[in-house]
């Protein structure tokens, strides 16, 4: 994939950003071409927030359109993002 093209990376170690990166985890990538010059990615981190990152934390992966679609939601407003509700009604043992 050609580096302007990057949409999406995989985190192989936080170099420090122990807050904000986790290892093994896929993150979105902003299109940034001036931090790109400088070896850096736009990174929605943990906090939802895009930061700048050194590219050698990461990887490029290319990702199946189900889970492109997935990332492309506002966590926000997804269903997933929400804890379950526990229900009001007792349960027959």
């Given at each position: 994939?050609?580096?302007?093209?990057?949409?999406?990376?995989?985190?192989?170690?936080?170099?420090?950003?122990?807050?904000?990166?986790?290892?093994?985890?896929?993150?979105?990538?902003?299109?940034?071409?001036?931090?790109?010059?400088?070896?850096?990615?736009?990174?929605?981190d943990e906090s939802g927030e895009d930061y700048l990152?050194?590219?050698?934390?990461?990887?490029?992966?290319?990702?199946?359109?189900?889970?492109?679609?997935?990332?492309?939601?506002?966590?926000?407003?997804?269903?997933?993002?929400?804890?379950?509700r526990r229900s009001s009604r007792t349960t027959?043992?």
């Amino acid at each position: 994939m050609a580096r302007g093209r990057r949409q999406f990376v995989l985190c192989v170690r936080n170099g420090g950003y122990k807050a904000s990166l986790e290892p093994r985890k896929v993150y979105r990538v902003l299109s940034d071409a001036e931090a790109e010059r400088d070896s850096l990615l736009r990174v929605i981190d943990e906090s939802g927030e895009d930061y700048l990152f050194p590219a050698s934390l990461f990887v490029s992966i290319d990702l199946p359109a189900g889970a492109k679609a997935a990332f492309a939601r506002n966590p926000a407003r997804s269903e997933i993002s929400h804890p379950a509700r526990r229900s009001s009604r007792t349960t027959m043992r």
